[in-house]
Each structure stands twice: as structure tokens, then as C-alpha cells.
């Protein structure tokens, strides 16, 4: 097989995996979840790939029963692109597109080949297809074989369940899934599990061996080292740190407990949001502060913290009330002292320099990734890193290059958990602020780095022990029923490894010193967080910071949001949109953004069918950039936003703003034209020099340094480019995606992003006519955009209270 002219070389993981999985559909098994460790990669093309060549070569021989089962092929992801894929690979001369007849199931529910050709999935029983689930579930009209779901490409349990939900709709006969090490597959179906463990990894490459590592489409590259068995482990000691965070968390574990019919009261849910954003940000908080705002992630820390002083839970009766006298004052005064403690100087930033000193000096030439629990948490770190190492900070939340690192700022890399890196042989080493979530505990045996760091306080050193070995023992559990169910023998009981502390333990309380020869654990806190720890978590992810972009972060998970209720053409079909958040519309030739409370009766609104969730203008964008660039960009017009809004704050009014700006040479019209710079309803200035002229009046050097400012119009005039593109074209080239004809709309379209075949993410949104705007109502946020029932039993907008 070659990629990209390439040979791909499937190495002994690779052939396990897939003797393994031919093995367990022989044996009827009707449900397996394959976990590796968290990274990006093509191993569900992989496997769709595998199946379709069995049973094409079983059509071909007519030999023994073929394992696979009559029926299309499926493979299920968020843009998992096994279109583009399969065209870039080949066996011999063959292409696998041809080869494997590959059709992508369009949003109608039809199928399309790589020529443009549209059919009907029931004229393709053995085809090979491939779902997009940005798509929504399109009904193909026929029952279908085998799904493969790409869970890694999925960023939430909901894209997960809906998956799974379209495989019972056409009722597969098989479902293989490929999952990040640590998730759960859930639900009522009985799954035959095989995590690829550190163990199991470890016992494959001593047993067969390993092969070079190219491209995502094998885990070579997982066995290029030794898996380690478990991660490192840097400890700190804070002792007034570690009390305030153990009475903090006994409040929320009391309040967790209270049993009422009510949500929880106001300043609680802050108390706990306040916590969360405290013990991930290990600089600055209020240059958090600033990124978490900035980036639309809820409100920052001293808005919350300013709830939390001014809450009483006055008027609370019952269990609430009680949990008012008795637990209240103690959770409200130890989360206010957590954050006067961490905002003024925060403790933990020297220890992060003095661990990137560390690792350069013990680790040379590798990578070092520090990862973070949010995108504004990163932004946040990325930029004091930059003012205290030196570097820019653009620079610092690019993914690394494959390979070992250059010398210099460039070997580190600031990364939230939700970007994922490819596999990657060279050596790479993770630093992890903090204990990762028993959500998350997966990520600390990720195939993205080969060495892996937590960062603990020592109250939590037991808590991340507990984790790592439950996530352990409950792996071998899971290997140990498959392996007697396919009858492939005993599996040895695995050792269980105490964390190695690699660095530390370094006292914080004191002035900063080198870290001491041996650790010493204060075996009375770490037993006492360990076990409040547990009972905390679950609220914690309940009233969680989000990391999706939300209006506001005042509402818990389970709370309803505003929604209004909106009546479309041709069939009365109700949508319910969240009412304070603006929709794309299109009008005339204009793609604009407005309040749903100004659409009217004819307006045409694009909405995303499935899972996707993006506007149309930024899935155009991802396409046209990498996620690299895509961050650079929006921390650019970030930083602009930012300098405009402090020379208002300087100047006073909006006038004053204009007049100033004016005194440097602008010809912008009005003071109303500048004020929209700041709100973000327009992207940035159409005059570069504008965009100069602010840097230089806030005095920001973050626009003025290395021509920022210049490469900041550059961007700006692209993204308006295909904005004024859009309005002119989006409701033709959708409608020549939908017929499955390249027009002039479709053309013009895919010059403007670089050639490339956009008809695909054209599908992934409907253009929907507005009949109707009716009432509100509060409703879950996972029911927004979606019609509720069957069609033609949805109530009316005047229905709607």
C-alpha cells in the first residue's frame, strides 16, 4: 500500500489490531471498541479499508464465509475525510477509491463517487461509505452491514450516542469503534473491549518487534520506545495552598449532598466555576481573565469571585438553608482566599520556568508541550512565557513539527487538551498542569508524546495515583474478558507501578529552591484529598468552565437557555434557536450576522444539520488553514480588539476614540464605525493604516512588533473577501452542491478557498426560509437547532410559552 506515493509499511500493531478485530467478528462478536492512546490518526479508514478488501477478496475467490456481513461498509466521523483519504492511496497501480467503490452518503441521504456520480445506497449493497456526522443522520433507505465510528474525531458523548443511534436506525449487523485509551463506550450494548495498553504495547514490541513510523494511517509510531508504564511525576509543596483547596473542596462535596428538588443556588455554582478557572491557571490570573473573555468562555475569575463575596443564599429554606448556616460561610471564605492567594503572585508560575529549565537541560533537543485545560488558558500562558523566556507568543501555540525540536524557544509549546497531535516517533515530553480529570486521565498516556509529566501539588500526588492505577487495572480487566471470550489464553496479572517523581518535591511556601533529593509525602493530606477529591469531580464537571464558546458561564450543564421558537418554510418544521446569541443569514447578497429577535418573515437562515455546529464562513476557513492559523488569526483580531477597547477606556467615549484617530491621519466616517471594531460586528478596519493607528494609540507592542499589525490586515482582508464571496454566492453554490453539479457558484467558491472541493461542507448546512418568529422558552442547549418530535407534531410559534 502507498500513501501519497509513499510505501506504508504496516508494522506489528497494525496487524494485531486487524487479526484481532477479523478474529472477534468471526467469533459473532456484534459490538467492539478498540482503544489506543489519544492522538490523531486515520486507524478507522484503516480498518473500514481492511474490511471492504476481505470481503471483496471473499466476492472474488468464493472460498471459506467471509467474517464481514452482508451489507454496505460505514464509516462514521465529524470530518473523518475517507474521501480525500482514499484517493491518496493505492495498492500497486490501483486506486482505492475505484478500487473499493468509496461513496460519500451525501445530506440527502443519496451517495456520491469521487466523479461527481449520485446514486442511491441501496444500488451499492457492497459499497464502501463514508459519514459525515457535521452531516446530521440522513436516512439512506436500507439496512447496512458494518459501521466503523471514528470516536477520536468526535468532541463530545453526544456526536458519540447519535453515531451509534444511526447504526440502529439501519440496523447494522456489526459496529467497531476506535476510541481514545480512557473513554467508555456506555449505553446498553455489550461491547467486547480491547485497550491497547502501555503493557500490551510494550509486550508487542518485545515480542515483534517495530517498524519505521510514516503518515497516520499505522501505530508504528507507537512502538518506536518502550511504552512507559505509567507517567512522571513533578510535586510541589504550598501548604496554605493545599488547606485552602481541601476546605474548598469539602464545601462543594457538602454541597453535593444536599438533597433538593431545586438547581443549585447562584453563588454555589460560581463558588465551584471560581474554583475551576483557580487551579488551572498557573500565571497571571487576570491576563486569564482577559483570554477567558475574550475568547467568549463565560465570565473570568474576578466576576465570579465577586459573586461569590456578595452571595448570602438569603430566602434559601430547607436543605438549603441549613448548608447556608453550616457549610456556606467556610466554602464562600476559603474560594475567596484561594483567589486573593493566587491572584496577586501566583506561586506556581516560577515552578513552570523552573520545569522548562529543567526539561531543556535534561532533555535536549526535545519538544516540550505544555498543556492546558482550556484554549484561553493557553492563550494566557503562551503569552507571559513569550515575556519571560523571550519569543513570541504566536509562535508558542503552534503544533510542533515532527522530529526533534531546533534550538531555543521553538523546542516548547504551549497546547489546550482539546488539540490533538499526530503520533510521532521522535521523542516529545508533556507537562501537565495540574491532575487531569477521571474524564481525562486517558491523556496522560497519550501516543503524542513518549514522556509524560503531571505537575501536582503534593495533597494530589494519591488522588493522580488512584486515577492512573484505576485506568490501569481497569484496562487489564477489559483485555483479560476479550482475550477469554476469543479464546486466546491467560493474560498475566500486570504489576502495578507507583508514579516516578522526576522532579521534585520543591517547597513553594519558602523562596524558590532545587528540588530535593527525595520526595516526601504528607501522607494525612493525601489521603484526605484523594477521597474528597472523588465525591468532588462530579459536580466539578457539572458545573464545569465550558470549552465550547458560550454566551454566558452563570448557567450550570443541565440548565435550560433562552430559546425562541422559530417557524420555517416549505413544511412549518420548528426550529428552537438560543435567543441571545446571533444566527447567519443571508440577505440579498450580503452574509451578515443578526439577533434572532430581527429575523422576519422570508429571511433565509443557514443552519448546520448535525454535529459540526460552526458557521458556514468558519468551517471555510478551518479548510483554507490549519488549526495553527486559525489561532494565530484569532488571537491577532484578539489583540486588536483588545487595544481598541483600551483606548476608549482611555479616551472616554466613542467621539473621542474618532477624534483621536483622526488627529494620526484616519478617514473613517464615524465615531459608530469605530465602536464596531471593538464588538467584533466588523472584523477588523478596511484601511490597514487604521489598524497602526489604534496600535499606536493603546502603545500595544504586541501589533506593533515584527509587522503583527501588517500580517493582521492581510488576514482581515482575506476573511471579508470571503465574506462579500459568501453573500453573493452561498445560495447558489448550495444549491448546485445539493443537485450534485459544479456550477459558476461552486467554482467561484473553490478559487476563493485554493482550489479546494468545498461541496462537502456546503451540505453540512441547510438554507431554511423564515415563515414565522414565535415565543420563548428555556430548554436544554443539546435541543437547540433541532426539531423536536416527529415532523408535523412540532407545536406552532404561538404555541410556544
Request: aromatic content about 6%; overall charge neutral; proline content about 6%.
Given at each position: 500500500m502507498t500513501d501519497r506515493g509513499r510505501t506504508v509499511d504496516l508494522g506489528p500493531l497494525d496487524r494485531a489490531t486487524l487479526t484481532l478485530l477479523l478474529r472477534a467478528l468471526s467469533s459473532n462478536q456484534r459490538s467492539v471498541y478498540l482503544s489506543l492512546p489519544r492522538g490523531r490518526h486515520d486507524l478507522a479508514v484503516l480498518i473500514g479499508i481492511y474490511l471492504q478488501?476481505?470481503?471483496?477478496?471473499?466476492?472474488?475467490?468464493?472460498?471459506?464465509?467471509?467474517?464481514?456481513?452482508?451489507?454496505?461498509?460505514?464509516?462514521?466521523?465529524?470530518?473523518?475525510?475517507?474521501?480525500?483519504?482514499?484517493?491518496?492511496?493505492?495498492?500497486?497501480?490501483?486506486?482505492?477509491?475505484?478500487?473499493?467503490?468509496?461513496?460519500?452518503?451525501?445530506?440527502?441521504?443519496?451517495?456520491?463517487?469521487?466523479?461527481?456520480?449520485?446514486?442511491r445506497a441501496v444500488d451499492s449493497p457492497s459499497g464502501l461509505f463514508y459519514l459525515n456526522t457535521a452531516l446530521g443522520r440522513p436516512s439512506l433507505g436500507t439496512s447496512v452491514g458494518?459501521?466503523?465510528?471514528?470516536?477520536?474525531?468526535?468532541?463530545?458523548?453526544?456526536?458519540?450516542?447519535?453515531?451509534?443511534?444511526?447504526?440502529?436506525?439501519?440496523?447494522?449487523?456489526?459496529?467497531?469503534?476506535?476510541?481514545?485509551?480512557?473513554?467508555?463506550?456506555?449505553?446498553?450494548?455489550?461491547?467486547?473491549?480491547?485497550?491497547?495498553?502501555?503493557?500490551?504495547?510494550?509486550?508487542?514490541?518485545?515480542?515483534?518487534?517495530?517498524?519505521?513510523?510514516?503518515?497516520?494511517?499505522?501505530?508504528?509510531?507507537?512502538?518506536?520506545?518502550?511504552?512507559?508504564?505509567?507517567?512522571?511525576?513533578?510535586?510541589?509543596?504550598?501548604?496554605?495552598?493545599?488547606?485552602?483547596?481541601?476546605?474548598?473542596?469539602?464545601?462543594?462535596?457538602?454541597?453535593?449532598?444536599?438533597?433538593?428538588?431545586?438547581?443549585?443556588?447562584?453563588?454555589?455554582a460560581d463558588a465551584v466555576r471560581l474554583l475551576n478557572l483557580l487551579w488551572c491557571s498557573w500565571g497571571s490570573i487576570g491576563r486569564q481573565d482577559t483570554w477567558q473573555v475574550l475568547m467568549g468562555r463565560g465570565s473570568g475569575a474576578r466576576a465570579l469571585a465577586r459573586s461569590v463575596s456578595r452571595g448570602t443564599l438569603e430566602g434559601r429554606g430547607?436543605?438549603?438553608?441549613?448548608?447556608?448556616?453550616?457549610?456556606?460561610?467556610?466554602?464562600?471564605?476559603?474560594?475567596?482566599?484561594l483567589y486573593e492567594l493566587l491572584y496577586d503572585d501566583?506561586?506556581?508560575?516560577?515552578?513552570?520556568?523552573?520545569?522548562?529549565?529543567?526539561?531543556?537541560?535534561?532533555?535536549?533537543?526535545?519538544?516540550?508541550?505544555?498543556?492546558?485545560?482550556?484554549?484561553?488558558?493557553?492563550?494566557?500562558?503562551?503569552?507571559?512565557?513569550?515575556?519571560?523566556?523571550?519569543?513570541?507568543?504566536?509562535?508558542?501555540?503552534?503544533?510542533?513539527?515532527?522530529g526533534p525540536a531546533a534550538r531555543g524557544a521553538s523546542a516548547l509549546h504551549v497546547m489546550p487538551y482539546a488539540e490533538r497531535l499526530a503520533w510521532d516517533a521522535s521523542p516529545r515530553?508533556?507537562?501537565?498542569?495540574?491532575?487531569?480529570?477521571?474524564?481525562?486521565?486517558?491523556?496522560?498516556?497519550?501516543?503524542?508524546?513518549?514522556?509524560?509529566?503531571?505537575?501536582?501539588e503534593q495533597s494530589?500526588?494519591?488522588?493522580?495515583?488512584?486515577?492512573?492505577?484505576?485506568?490501569?487495572?481497569?484496562?487489564?480487566?477489559?483485555?483479560?474478558?476479550?482475550?477469554?471470550?476469543?479464546?486466546?489464553?491467560?493474560?498475566?496479572?500486570?504489576?502495578?507501578?507507583?508514579?516516578?517523581?522526576?522532579?521534585?518535591?520543591?517547597?513553594?511556601?519558602?523562596?524558590?529552591?532545587?528540588?530535593?533529593?527525595?520526595?516526601?509525602?504528607?501522607?494525612?493530606?493525601?489521603?484526605?484529598?484523594?477521597?474528597?477529591?472523588?465525591?468532588?469531580?462530579?459536580?466539578?464537571?457539572?458545573?464545569?468552565?465550558?470549552?465550547?464558546?458560550?454566551?454566558?458561564?452563570?448557567?450550570?450543564?443541565?440548565?435550560?437557555?433562552?430559546?425562541?421558537?422559530?417557524?420555517?418554510e416549505p413544511e412549518g418544521a420548528v426550529l428552537w434557536l438560543r435567543s441571545d446569541e446571533p444566527v447567519d443569514v443571508l440577505i440579498g447578497q450580503r452574509y451578515a450576522r443578526v439577533p434572532v429577535a430581527a429575523l422576519t418573515p422570508g429571511s433565509q437562515l443557514l443552519r448546520a444539520r448535525g454535529d459540526g455546529q460552526s458557521r458556514l464562513h468558519d468551517r471555510l476557513v478551518m479548510v483554507m488553514h490549519d488549526s495553527a492559523e486559525v489561532t494565530a488569526m484569532d488571537t491577532m483580531i484578539g489583540f486588536f480588539r483588545q487595544a481598541i477597547t483600551a483606548v476608549y477606556e482611555q479616551r472616554g467615549s466613542w467621539p473621542d476614540v474618532l477624534a483621536a484617530l483622526k488627529n494620526l491621519g484616519s478617514e473613517v466616517s464615524s465615531w459608530q464605525a469605530v465602536?464596531?471594531?471593538?464588538?467584533?460586528?466588523?472584523?477588523?478596519?478596511?484601511?490597514?493604516?487604521?489598524?497602526?493607528?489604534?496600535?499606536l494609540l493603546a502603545r500595544d507592542t504586541r501589533l506593533t512588533a515584527g509587522g503583527t499589525w501588517q500580517r493582521l490586515a492581510r488576514m482581515a482582508e482575506e476573511l471579508r473577501r470571503l465574506h462579500r464571496a459568501l453573500g453573493h454566492t452561498a445560495a447558489a453554490a448550495m444549491a448546485e452542491a445539493a443537485g450534485g453539479m459544479e456550477g459558476p457558484a461552486l467554482r467561484q467558491l473553490k478559487t476563493l478557498c485554493s482550489g479546494i472541493d468545498v461541496s462537502e461542507i456546503l451540505e453540512e448546512f441547510d438554507l431554511v426560509v423564515v415563515r414565522r418568529v414565535g415565543g420563548q422558552k428555556g430548554m436544554s442547549a443539546a435541543a437547540l437547532g433541532r426539531v423536536p418530535g416527529p415532523r408535523g407534531t412540532s407545536r406552532s410559534p404561538q404555541e410556544a410559552p
Amino acid at each position: 500500500m502507498t500513501d501519497r506515493g509513499r510505501t506504508v509499511d504496516l508494522g506489528p500493531l497494525d496487524r494485531a489490531t486487524l487479526t484481532l478485530l477479523l478474529r472477534a467478528l468471526s467469533s459473532n462478536q456484534r459490538s467492539v471498541y478498540l482503544s489506543l492512546p489519544r492522538g490523531r490518526h486515520d486507524l478507522a479508514v484503516l480498518i473500514g479499508i481492511y474490511l471492504q478488501l476481505i470481503r471483496r477478496g471473499a466476492e472474488l475467490t468464493g472460498g471459506s464465509p467471509c467474517p464481514v456481513p452482508a451489507g454496505p461498509v460505514v464509516v462514521v466521523g465529524l470530518r473523518t475525510n475517507v474521501t480525500v483519504r482514499l484517493a491518496q492511496l493505492a495498492i500497486g497501480q490501483q486506486n482505492l477509491s475505484r478500487a473499493l467503490r468509496m461513496q460519500r452518503i451525501r445530506g440527502d441521504g443519496r451517495v456520491v463517487d469521487l466523479q461527481g456520480k449520485i446514486t442511491r445506497a441501496v444500488d451499492s449493497p457492497s459499497g464502501l461509505f463514508y459519514l459525515n456526522t457535521a452531516l446530521g443522520r440522513p436516512s439512506l433507505g436500507t439496512s447496512v452491514g458494518t459501521v466503523v465510528i471514528d470516536r477520536t474525531s468526535m468532541a463530545n458523548d453526544h456526536s458519540w450516542e447519535r453515531a451509534l443511534a444511526w447504526a440502529s436506525e439501519h440496523d447494522a449487523v456489526r459496529v467497531v469503534a476506535v476510541a481514545d485509551l480512557g473513554t467508555q463506550p456506555g449505553g446498553s450494548r455489550a461491547w467486547t473491549q480491547w485497550p491497547w495498553s502501555p503493557a500490551l504495547r510494550a509486550d508487542v514490541r518485545h515480542t515483534l518487534g517495530h517498524r519505521p513510523a510514516y503518515g497516520p494511517l499505522t501505530s508504528n509510531a507507537l512502538l518506536a520506545h518502550r511504552p512507559a508504564a505509567a507517567p512522571s511525576v513533578a510535586v510541589y509543596r504550598h501548604k496554605q495552598l493545599a488547606e485552602l483547596l481541601r476546605k474548598v473542596v469539602a464545601g462543594v462535596v457538602a454541597a453535593r449532598r444536599v438533597r433538593a428538588s431545586e438547581s443549585w443556588p447562584q453563588p454555589v455554582a460560581d463558588a465551584v466555576r471560581l474554583l475551576n478557572l483557580l487551579w488551572c491557571s498557573w500565571g497571571s490570573i487576570g491576563r486569564q481573565d482577559t483570554w477567558q473573555v475574550l475568547m467568549g468562555r463565560g465570565s473570568g475569575a474576578r466576576a465570579l469571585a465577586r459573586s461569590v463575596s456578595r452571595g448570602t443564599l438569603e430566602g434559601r429554606g430547607g436543605s438549603w438553608g441549613l448548608f447556608r448556616e453550616t457549610q456556606w460561610p467556610d466554602l464562600r471564605r476559603g474560594v475567596l482566599n484561594l483567589y486573593e492567594l493566587l491572584y496577586d503572585d501566583n506561586p506556581r508560575w516560577d515552578l513552570l520556568l523552573a520545569l522548562i529549565d529543567w526539561a531543556r537541560a535534561s532533555r535536549t533537543g526535545t519538544p516540550i508541550l505544555v498543556r492546558t485545560r482550556s484554549r484561553s488558558a493557553a492563550a494566557a500562558v503562551a503569552g507571559e512565557l513569550a515575556d519571560a523566556l523571550g519569543g513570541d507568543a504566536d509562535s508558542l501555540l503552534l503544533a510542533p513539527q515532527p522530529g526533534p525540536a531546533a534550538r531555543g524557544a521553538s523546542a516548547l509549546h504551549v497546547m489546550p487538551y482539546a488539540e490533538r497531535l499526530a503520533w510521532d516517533a521522535s521523542p516529545r515530553l508533556e507537562l501537565h498542569l495540574g491532575v487531569p480529570s477521571p474524564l481525562r486521565t486517558g491523556v496522560l498516556f497519550s501516543g503524542a508524546a513518549g514522556e509524560h509529566v503531571a505537575v501536582v501539588e503534593q495533597s494530589e500526588y494519591s488522588w493522580l495515583e488512584r486515577s492512573a492505577d484505576r485506568a490501569l487495572s481497569s484496562w487489564h480487566e477489559q483485555i483479560r474478558q476479550t482475550a477469554a471470550a476469543l479464546k486466546l489464553g491467560e493474560v498475566p496479572e500486570p504489576s502495578t507501578p507507583s508514579l516516578p517523581v522526576a522532579y521534585g518535591p520543591v517547597d513553594l511556601s519558602r523562596p524558590f529552591s532545587s528540588p530535593e533529593d527525595s520526595p516526601q509525602h504528607d501522607s494525612r493530606l493525601a489521603l484526605d484529598l484523594s477521597a474528597l477529591f472523588e465525591d468532588y469531580d462530579a459536580p466539578a464537571r457539572a458545573i464545569g468552565t465550558p470549552e465550547a464558546p458560550v454566551r454566558s458561564a452563570t448557567t450550570a450543564a443541565d440548565d435550560p437557555v433562552p430559546a425562541t421558537a422559530v417557524l420555517t418554510e416549505p413544511e412549518g418544521a420548528v426550529l428552537w434557536l438560543r435567543s441571545d446569541e446571533p444566527v447567519d443569514v443571508l440577505i440579498g447578497q450580503r452574509y451578515a450576522r443578526v439577533p434572532v429577535a430581527a429575523l422576519t418573515p422570508g429571511s433565509q437562515l443557514l443552519r448546520a444539520r448535525g454535529d459540526g455546529q460552526s458557521r458556514l464562513h468558519d468551517r471555510l476557513v478551518m479548510v483554507m488553514h490549519d488549526s495553527a492559523e486559525v489561532t494565530a488569526m484569532d488571537t491577532m483580531i484578539g489583540f486588536f480588539r483588545q487595544a481598541i477597547t483600551a483606548v476608549y477606556e482611555q479616551r472616554g467615549s466613542w467621539p473621542d476614540v474618532l477624534a483621536a484617530l483622526k488627529n494620526l491621519g484616519s478617514e473613517v466616517s464615524s465615531w459608530q464605525a469605530v465602536s464596531k471594531w471593538a464588538d467584533g460586528s466588523v472584523i477588523a478596519p478596511e484601511d490597514p493604516q487604521d489598524i497602526h493607528r489604534v496600535a499606536l494609540l493603546a502603545r500595544d507592542t504586541r501589533l506593533t512588533a515584527g509587522g503583527t499589525w501588517q500580517r493582521l490586515a492581510r488576514m482581515a482582508e482575506e476573511l471579508r473577501r470571503l465574506h462579500r464571496a459568501l453573500g453573493h454566492t452561498a445560495a447558489a453554490a448550495m444549491a448546485e452542491a445539493a443537485g450534485g453539479m459544479e456550477g459558476p457558484a461552486l467554482r467561484q467558491l473553490k478559487t476563493l478557498c485554493s482550489g479546494i472541493d468545498v461541496s462537502e461542507i456546503l451540505e453540512e448546512f441547510d438554507l431554511v426560509v423564515v415563515r414565522r418568529v414565535g415565543g420563548q422558552k428555556g430548554m436544554s442547549a443539546a435541543a437547540l437547532g433541532r426539531v423536536p418530535g416527529p415532523r408535523g407534531t412540532s407545536r406552532s410559534p404561538q404555541e410556544a410559552p
